[in-house]
């Protein structure tokens, strides 16, 4: 049985830092990548990035110069940072395994972040 | 960069009948990259269909999905009441793995 808790700060101002981590349980941690995934209010799903435990990773071109992910493969946990966040990266992030040519099938619980001043 | 269309927006249909969702690529996908979720309020996705059409673990047969290249579609015969939600595809075939807009089955 595979589960993903995540867990992060839910309220920050504009030009703060999203911080995200999701802890896996159960299944392995080494044979997938691991994804972020997040929706605005009332939208739909955006695909932000992908990491494998030996650190590679894959993002969303368009957040890529605000985004980076890690991972600390000793705790099957990995990370999401997005940088100057504003309004627009309010909404519900999700971390789910899979990745790369795999698709997401177990997801986390989804993190509701709000940007505001 | 691969970006999907889904059609329609809405379908608004009765507990009973069928559906039929479009997803469509805006390039081919080189192998059956393509992932269909269902997602209802406050919930998060979950996964329906992987590989165009193979259900995934507990999915009942009610869901189909086919399709090849730039066009796939997701079946659902006979709308049972837990089935009206929104619906999207993915591609996993190349980075960014983007998803559709989104369908919503909605009961009429």
């Known amino acids: 049985q595979v589960h993903l808790q995540q867990w992060g700060a839910g309220l920050l101002k504009p030009s703060e830092t999203l911080s995200l981590t999701c802890a896996v349980y159960g299944g392995s941690f080494t044979d997938f990548y691991w994804s972020w995934i997040r929706q605005p209010p009332g939208k739909g799903l955006e695909w932000i990035g992908e990491i494998l435990h030996t650190g590679d990773t894959n993002y969303n071109p368009s957040l890529k110069s605000r985004v980076s992910m890690s991972v600390e493969t000793s705790k099957h946990q990995f990370s999401l940072r997005l940088t100057s966040v504003t309004a627009a990266d309010t909404g519900v992030y999700y971390c789910?395994?899979?990745?790369?040519?795999?698709?997401?099938?177990?997801w986390g619980q989804g993190a509701l972040v709000t940007v505001s001043s | 960069e691969i970006v999907l269309t889904q059609s329609p927006g809405t379908l608004s249909l009765s507990p009973g009948e069928g559906a039929t969702l479009s997803c469509r690529a805006s390039?081919?996908?080189?192998?059956?990259?393509l992932a269909w979720y269902q997602q209802k309020p406050g919930q998060a996705p979950r996964l329906l269909i992987y590989d165009i059409s193979s259900r995934a673990t507990g999915i009942p047969d009610r869901f189909r999905g086919s399709g090849s290249g730039t066009d796939f579609t997701l079946s659902i015969t006979r709308l049972e009441p837990e089935d009206f939600a929104v619906y999207y595809c993915q591609q996993y075939d190349i980075s960014p793995r983007a998803f559709g807009q989104g369908t919503k089955v909605e009961i009429k």
């Open positions: 390039q081919s996908l080189s192998g059956r990259y």
């Open positions: 789910a395994r899979g990745g790369g040519k795999t698709f997401p099938d177990y």
